[in-house]
Antibody
């Protein structure tokens, strides 16, 4: 069955960097676009970033553009989110999510599987 | 970007009752590229509906979605105890994809 397992969260000071990982099993990872979605404590869902199935296309929410970078290693079935210049408002649970359809670009899509998330806390 | 407004913010109902959740978009143009998710405390969201009305695999038929243009609805025909949760709508027809703020369905 499909499993997505995030890791790499923790407490980090404002301005510092952090890298999240998401290991995928149970499906052909190199066929699907992958996304990061975050949820601030007690708040709703916010889309963060997408990468196409082959890693050649990506897109970002305006709130993180220029600070975050999404990447993937299809040989290792792993998705990454490199976060830099972190701000207190980046504090959230970060979920990786699998695209619900096969797309050739980094287009919007619904999500059929989600990981359990990893908590990032940005605080001094 | 498309702003999705969900109402009501909280719905207080009893098991066995019918729940009607609304999701209204600030603009049209995303066709019926609308999804609904259920989220329970401490859990990841679970896909219920895509394409405005297509149930995801394994979702009971008491869940149904409808709507087009800017107005969409999720209906739970008879609430089961496990249905009390927060529900989010999401549009994926226009970039960036966006989520609504959620409706909490609580036990009355």
């Amino acid at each position: 069955q499909v499993q997505l397992v995030e890791s790499g969260g923790g407490v980090v000071q404002p301005g510092r960097s952090l890298r999240l990982s998401c290991t995928a099993t149970g499906f052909s990872f190199n066929t699907y676009g992958m996304h990061w979605v975050r949820q601030a404590p007690g708040k709703g869902l916010e889309w963060v970033a997408v990468i196409s199935y082959d890693g050649t296309n990506d897109n970002y929410a305006e709130s993180v553009r220029g600070r975050f970078r999404i990447s993937r290693d299809n040989a290792q079935n792993t998705l990454y989110l490199q976060m830099a210049s972190l701000r207190p408002e980046d504090t959230a649970v970060y979920y990786c999510a699998k695209a619900g359809r096969i797309l050739v670009t980094a287009s919007p899509v619904f999500f059929d599987y989600w990981g359990l998330g990893t908590l990032v806390t940005v605080s001094s | 970007e498309v702003v999705l407004t969900q109402s009501p913010g909280t719905l207080s109902l009893s098991p066995g009752e019918r729940a009607t959740l609304s999701c209204r978009a600030s603009q049209s143009g995303f066709s019926t590229y609308l999804a609904w998710y259920q989220q329970k405390p401490g859990q990841a969201p679970r896909l219920l509906i895509s394409g405005a009305s297509s149930r995801a695999t394994g979702i009971p038929d008491r869940f149904s979605g409808s709507g087009s243009g800017t107005d969409f609805t999720l209906t739970i025909s008879r609430l089961e105890p496990e249905d009390f949760a927060v529900y989010y709508c999401q549009q994926y027809g226009l970039s960036p994809l966006t989520f609504g703020g959620g409706t909490k369905v609580e036990i009355k």
